[in-house]
């Protein structure tokens, strides 16, 4: 019963901010952005609160079926553009974070208050190391590619020197650069604990060439992919729009070739 009442809280409560940062926007007015903020911040209890109940009842088993990797993707979204919101003037980012993860949430709708039976595979503490790491590195990169975007569109904006439209209310370019720097770190960090892990499961119960598997090698291109991002804009540089265009190509590319993994080629990683 709680898990209903906290999801379909969620869903309003994150409804309501979407309309909120859509009105600041368009209305081209700060305050309704600050008001949304709170309302996301009010999401994100309901969400943590969903997620505490469903998992009290099955033991607390993070992951049993792929509703949940919906809903824990949506909640570490949230989570981290609010975590970086604190340290940069970001409010009016949320425009695309909160229907984001307004519609991810609805996504495990199917999955919110009903039984479910665990498979043996997903018992296993390295296995929730793997998944709960690899989630949050991937939700880092969308909030990445989501910041370049942003980026690109406020300094095409800029340069055109047509501030009093819509998008002169957008970020910063600094901060939204910022944001792109530290999703890609800390990105690149949790999806190399979650690799990790993943690997020494795998090395224990997998036979075969399990190293060739269309999921462990989908990780590895995006894996090298970001790690030689990270290392131009902490070696080299980088700055700005070029961190920004290939964030957002890199996401976009793997994006596509994950869904073609997944349709084309068999895999171990069916846990589900």
């Known amino acids: 019963m709680n898990t209903i009442v906290f999801f379909y809280l969620a869903v309003v409560v994150y409804l309501m901010a979407t ?46 079926t792929a509703y949940d990797v919906f809903l824990f993707f949506a909640w570490s979204l949230t989570g981290f553009y609010l975590l970086f919101q604190l340290r940069t003037k970001t409010r009016v980012l949320g425009i695309s974070i909160a229907p984001v993860s307004l519609i991810l ?15 043996k595979i ?30 690109l569109i406020q300094d095409r904006v800029l340069k055109g020197k047509r501030q009093r439209g819509l998008f002169r209310y957008l970020p910063p370019l600094k ?8 999703a890609l770190i800390w990105g690149l960090v949790f999806l190399t604990v979650g690799i990790i892990a993943g ?13 060739l ?19 131009q804009r902490l070696a080299i540089g980088w700055t700005g729009r070029r ?21 084309l080629f068999t895999s171990q990683h069916r846990f589900f």
Not at 134 to 147: K, P, R, S, W
Not at 199 to 211: K, L
Not at 214 to 229: G, P, Q, T
Not at 243 to 263: H, K, R, S
């Open 105 to 119: 949430l609805l996504l495990s709708s199917p999955g919110v208050g009903e039984p479910v039976s665990i498979p």
């Open 243 to 263: 961190p920004a265009i290939f964030t957002c190509g890199f996401f976009i590319f793997l994006a596509i070739t994950f869904i073609l993994e997944n349709f």
């Open 19 to 64: 309309v909120l940062y859509t009105v600041s926007l368009v209305r081209r007015r700060v305050h309704p952005a600050k008001h949304a903020s709170w309302t996301m911040a009010t999401a994100f209890l309901f969400h943590s609160l969903l997620m505490f109940f469903m998992w009290q009842g099955r033991g607390f088993t993070l992951f049993a």
């Open 199 to 211: 690997m020494f499961y795998a090395r224990v119960t997998w036979t075969g060439s399990w190293h």
């Open 175 to 182: 901060d939204l650069d910022r944001i792109n720097e530290w």
């Open 213 to 231: 598997d269309a999921k462990i090698i989908w990780s590895w291109v995006a894996w090298v992919a970001f790690a030689v991002l990270v290392h």
């Open 122 to 151: 997903l018992e296993s503490g390295l296995v929730h190391v793997h998944v709960l790491f690899a989630i949050m590195g991937e939700a880092l990169f969308l909030l990445a590619t989501l910041a370049g975007i942003a980026y």
